[in-house]
Every structure is written in structure tokens, then in C-alpha cells.
């Protein structure tokens, strides 16, 4: 059996077709949601992009492996063994990683080598410390030096997510086949076709949809602006109305045009994997392969107010992601779970499909049981979510109907059943004070398990009689 990895940035988890998102154009997630189970209440375990691709990879949460921002990296002699490349190269897979990894601070000087146990690598351009088979910069330079003048014309740095103008977005002079996402797409397919003979782990991770929201020239016109429904407009008082000062500029109405480009940006990347799930096909691998399609992080995209762009906060729309898996055929179909999964839950899941023994630490626990028809080995009370920021870190605890917020700006509650866009702060309402120690609790006791299991690492060695002279 194969192992292939869909996975998308920022991407908030309501735009899918198969989520209801009005009017979005999703076919290649949508039918792989047909054909397995979509988790509605999947969050991711630690933002932004680095940390989160670190948890899943590794399968722990930040407070285990201290990577908590864009400019950690743990030393290379310290990386763990069942890494998911590692583990599944190991195991006899042909590993392939295509696309934005991001396990390494980019500004890093680290020698260039093969850290996380891929075979073959092909990214957008060459990420600090990976060793390249080949990168989008250096095959089509002409084309990068387009959407790079694009860019710098409209004030839109490297990164991308620096400016009100980077999220509302443009359309690019440049096809959807000229560009990054696209070239990923198709070399990740390549892969498939070059390993058909092969069990492989292929992991095709796009730079989409995270800011800039460039909508290729061909996807002009996908999406129109007056159909699109905005969020509700917040009140003056949150907790972070002072937040987002980057992303001064834009008037409420102009929200209109930054959903659409980023829908027309979703749909461009369903198309860019879609190139993978049609290699597996033409190769007759479809039916056999496991398909995990996810994303690192979500995106507010305005929900909190016309400023309110980024993935570093606690809220739900930044948080959740949308996270589907498509096992081997013979296994169940078309199911919805709101079981409180996370992106470490991957690992585990993969090694589990694999028939690999999983390592008896991890925090995570395996999916298969859902889409076999069983139940989990564990359902978690809460989901965990952690971010640094500047002033210290912020906790998110969370169930299906409850939400808190502990950090450096100070305690939020939200009933997020009936408030999902997170208005209405009850953290210092009395009748709400159970619901927080409930959170606690469960805190607690989730933490407790981690550090229980992790406790099983150690290995006991035979004793001899001692004292403090002959030692």
C-alpha cells in the first residue's frame, strides 16, 4: 500500500465544496471526501507554519519538542528516528517530499543534507538545509522574476503576509501551469510514475492558499465578488480588535474581493494536486493508496474584523483545518466525523495503514478505527492548541461546544456551538465559571497521558548492588 500526503497552506477549514462553502469549486477534495471521511472538528496542534509541520511530521506537541515558531529547528543529530520520513524509509518506502516543507528556519545557515529521511525532494525554490533534486526557481527563473515584479509592485513582500494588499490579492499575468503550485503538482506525479513498481510515501505540500492571494490569469473571473457572503460584522470589543496593525487599508466591501481571490487560489490548488490523484489513477494505484489531504493552519480572512488577517491567534477560523483521508478501497465511504482530531494524529494514522508498529510515546492516535467502522482507541475531551507570541504563550483548550483562551492578553471563553466567530467573551460571566474549570480539568488530564506515555522512552537496565565507595 501507498501513503500520499495532500496538503495545503493556510488554508482555512470551511472552504471545501464538501464543507458547504457556497459556491466553492473543490472536485479533487471533494470526491476523495466522497470515497473516505471528512473531520469537521480537526484543529491543528501548535501555528504557525513551521511548528505545525513539525508536530505532524513528528507527531508531538510543541511542549515535547520546544519548536514553537517560524525560527526554531531542533539540532540535526537530535532528529527522532520515527520521523515520518525517516520511519517509512526505514521501513522499505521510497520516500518523496514535493513542495513547501518548511521544516527548517528558512534564514538558517544549515549544510545542505537529507535531515527528515526523503529520497527525493523538489520544492518551490531551495529551502534552507534541503538537499534539491530540482526546484521550481531554477527550472522557470523567468517566470519567478514575473510574479516576484508583480509582488514588489504592490508593496508585497517575500513572505507574502505582510500587507492588507497581499490578502486582498491580485490576478497574475501568469497561467495556473507557470506557476509554483502547479510545477509541484506535476513533479509530484512524476514521482508516482516514476515509483509505480514501489511502496512510497509521497508528501506534495503546495505554497497555496497563504497570502499572496494570486489568482493565476486562467482563474480570472471564477469567483465574483458581489456573490460573496461576508462574516458578520464583530463588535468593537475584542480582545484583539489592536492586533493585525499590518493590514490597515482595505474598507469592509473590499472583503468581497479578498474571499474570492482566495477561493479562486483553493481551486487552483485542488487542481494542482489533482494531478497526483490522476498519476495514481492512470497507474492503477488509486484504489490501494491511502490519501491524507490537509492543511498546516487556517487563515481569519477577515472573520474578526477588515484588519483581521493572520494565522497567529487562537481562533477558529486560524486553528481548524480542513483534514480529509481517503483509505484503500474496502473501508468505509462518505462519512462525516466530529471527532476532536489533530494534525498529530497523522503520524500515527500513516503508521497504522502501514502496519508499522507506532511508537508507544506519541500523543497522537490513530484514524483507522473511524474509517474501519470501529472507534478510536481514545477520543480526546479537548483539543490543544499553542502559539508563542511575543508576550508569552497562549493556550487554546477546546471541545465541541467550549472554547478558552489562556495567554499573555489575558482569559477568553466562547460557546463556540452557538458564537463560532468568537464575539462574545464569557470568560468573567459566574455562571460560566464550571465550563472553564471543566476545560481545566480536562487540561490536566490530557497532559497527564502525554507525559505518562512519554515516561515509556526510558529503558530499565539491570541492577547491581552499590555504595557511594565502590561506584
Known amino acids: 500500500m501507498n501513503i500520499v500526503i495532500l496538503m495545503t497552506d493556510q488554508q482555512a477549514h470551511p472552504f471545501l465544496g464538501c464543507a458547504g462553502y457556497p459556491g466553492l469549486n473543490t472536485p479533487t477534495y471533494d470526491r476523495l471526501a466522497a470515497e473516505g471521511i471528512r473531520f469537521s472538528q480537526a484543529t491543528c496542534a501548535v501555528s504557525p507554519c513551521l511548528p505545525s509541520?513539525?508536530?505532524?511530521?513528528?507527531?508531538?506537541?510543541?511542549?515535547?519538542?520546544?519548536?514553537?515558531s517560524n525560527r526554531h529547528l531542533l539540532a540535526l543529530d537530535q532528529i527522532p528516528e520515527w520521523t515520518m520520513g525517516k520511519a517509512f524509509q526505514r521501513a522499505g518506502y521510497v520516500t518523496g517530499a514535493y513542495g513547501k516543507m518548511h521544516t527548517i528556519p528558512y534564514q538558517a545557515v544549515v549544510e545542505r543534507g537529507n535531515y527528515y529521511g526523503f529520497d527525493h525532494r523538489a520544492g518551490p525554490f531551495h529551502e534552507t538545509g534541503e538537499r534539491m533534486d530540482a526546484h521550481y526557481v531554477g527550472a522557470h527563473r523567468?517566470?519567478?522574476?514575473?510574479?516576484?515584479?508583480?509582488?514588489?509592485?504592490?508593496?508585497?513582500?517575500?513572505?507574502?503576509?505582510n500587507c492588507a494588499a497581499a490578502f486582498k490579492g491580485f490576478t497574475s499575468s501568469l497561467r495556473l501551469d507557470q506557476m509554483r503550485d502547479w510545477w509541484v503538482g506535476a513533479q509530484a506525479a512524476s514521482f508516482v510514475d516514476a515509483h509505480k513498481d514501489d511502496p512510497f510515501l509521497l508528501i506534495c505540500s503546495l505554497s497555496g492558499p497563504h497570502a499572496p492571494h494570486v489568482v493565476p490569469a486562467d482563474f480570472a473571473g471564477m469567483y465574483d465578488p458581489n456573490d460573496v457572503v461576508l462574516p458578520p460584522e464583530p463588535p468593537d470589543d475584542l480582545p484583539d480588535r489592536d492586533a493585525y496593525p499590518n493590514f490597515e487599508g482595505l474598507e469592509r466591501e473590499e472583503l468581497r474581493d479578498a474571499i474570492a481571490n482566495y477561493m479562486a487560489y483553493v481551486s487552483a490548488c485542488d487542481a494542482c494536486h489533482g494531478q497526483v490523484v490522476e498519476a495514481l489513477k492512470r497507474n492503477g494505484l488509486y484504489d490501494d493508496t491511502l490519501i491524507l489531504f490537509l492543511s498546516d493552519h487556517g487563515e481569519l480572512l477577515g472573520s474578526r474584523g477588515v484588519r483581521a488577517f493572520s494565522k497567529y491567534n487562537l481562533y477558529e477560523q486560524a486553528i481548524r483545518v480542513p483534514f480529509i483521508i481517503k483509505p484503500p478501497k474496502g473501508f468505509r465511504a462518505g462519512l462525516t466525523s466530529d471527532s476532536l482530531v489533530n494534525l498529530l494524529d497523522v503520524l500515527p494514522t500513516a503508521f497504522?495503514?502501514?502496519?508499522?508498529?507506532?511508537?508507544p510515546h506519541l500523543p497522537g492516535v490513530s484514524l483507522k478505527p473511524l474509517v474501519d467502522g470501529g472507534a478510536l482507541e481514545r477520543e480526546r475531551s479537548v483539543a490543544i492548541t499553542e502559539l508563542q507570541r511575543p508576550k508569552g504563550l497562549g493556550l487554546s483548550i477546546r471541545n465541541r461546544e467550549w472554547k478558552h483562551i489562556r495567554g499573555p492578553d489575558g482569559t477568553e471563553l466562547y460557546h463556540i456551538e452557538s458564537d463560532p466567530y468568537e464575539f462574545v467573551n464569557l470568560a468573567d460571566d459566574p455562571d460560566c465559571a464550571l465550563e472553564i474549570a471543566e476545560l481545566?480539568?480536562?487540561?490536566?488530564?490530557?497532559?497527564?497521558?502525554?507525559?505518562?506515555r512519554a515516561s515509556r522512552q526510558g529503558t530499565d537496565y539491570p541492577t547491581q548492588a552499590w555504595n557511594v565507595l565502590t561506584l
Request: proline residues 2%; glycine residues 8%.
Open 53 to 68: 509541520r513539525h508536530s505532524m511530521l513528528h507527531g508531538r506537541y510543541a511542549f515535547q519538542s520546544g519548536i514553537y
Open 142 to 161: 523567468e517566470w519567478v522574476e514575473t510574479i516576484m515584479a508583480e509582488r514588489e509592485a504592490r508593496g508585497i513582500n517575500q513572505g507574502g503576509d
Open 352 to 359: 497504522d495503514f502501514a502496519d508499522l508498529d507506532i511508537p
Open 440 to 452: 481545566h480539568a480536562s487540561l490536566i488530564a490530557e497532559y497527564r497521558w502525554v507525559f505518562n
